[in-house]
């Protein structure tokens, strides 16, 4: 590309062309990654967009945005068709956890004796492994009713050796 051109790029544009000089270099397990990536981040896109047009309309339909809290928690498991990806809807952030992650996860919530000690052990498990899901999910502790709804949304749908 001109040097004269490349002062004229937008922020996108410039790392459109990064991203396209960058796949030279990518093997092809690489760039299925990479495509897997793409596709998560377009999904969670889809979901952000449907997810406002939902709460816009409110529970009246007349427009009000209903307050979190008022609702309940909000909690959904969805898994990726080869199921190697799961993606965990906590209130409205959405997070994508690997198999292994799951696993892990499933693991934690029947190895407990009551939901309440699985939301202790998940919370200090998601502490110091996955901070982000914590923080978007906006769980501040393991006491969080979002993080209760989580465990008790694993233990009914999951079954150790399924996840």
């Given at each position: 590309?001109?040097?004269?051109?490349?002062?004229?790029?937008?922020?996108?544009?410039?790392?459109v062309g990064e991203i396209i000089a960058a796949l030279e270099h990518i093997d092809?397990?690489?760039?299925?990654f990479l495509l897997e990536q793409a596709n998560v981040l377009l999904h969670n896109a889809?979901?952000?967009?449907?997810?406002?047009?939902?709460?816009?309309?409110?529970?009246?339909?007349?427009?009000?945005?209903?307050?979190?809290?008022?609702?309940?928690?909000?909690?959904?498991?969805?898994?990726?068709?080869?199921?190697?990806?799961?993606?965990?809807?906590?209130?409205?952030?959405?997070?994508?956890?690997?198999?292994?992650?799951?696993?892990?996860?499933?693991?934690?919530?029947?190895?407990?004796?009551?939901?309440?000690?699985?939301?202790?052990?998940?919370?200090?498990?998601?502490?110091?492994?996955?901070?982000?899901?914590?923080?978007?999910?906006?769980?501040?502790?393991?006491?969080?009713?979002?993080?209760?709804?989580?465990?008790?949304?694993?233990?009914?749908?999951?079954?150790?050796?399924?996840?």
């Amino acid at each position: 590309m001109e040097s004269g051109k490349r002062g004229n790029l937008t922020g996108r544009e410039r790392l459109v062309g990064e991203i396209i000089a960058a796949l030279e270099h990518i093997d092809e397990e690489g760039l299925v990654f990479l495509l897997e990536q793409a596709n998560v981040l377009l999904h969670n896109a889809r979901v952000e967009e449907l997810d406002l047009k939902r709460r816009r309309k409110g529970p009246a339909g007349d427009g009000t945005i209903q307050p979190e809290t008022q609702r309940g928690p909000a909690v959904a498991v969805e898994e990726s068709p080869d199921r190697k990806a799961f993606f965990l809807t906590l209130g409205t952030a959405r997070k994508v956890l690997s198999l292994e992650e799951m696993r892990q996860v499933v693991r934690i919530c029947h190895a407990a004796e009551s939901e309440k000690e699985a939301a202790r052990r998940l919370y200090a498990v998601l502490q110091r492994e996955r901070r982000d899901i914590l923080m978007d999910g906006g769980i501040e502790g393991a006491g969080s009713p979002l993080l209760g709804a989580l465990v008790a949304t694993l233990k009914a749908r999951y079954r150790p050796k399924e996840a």
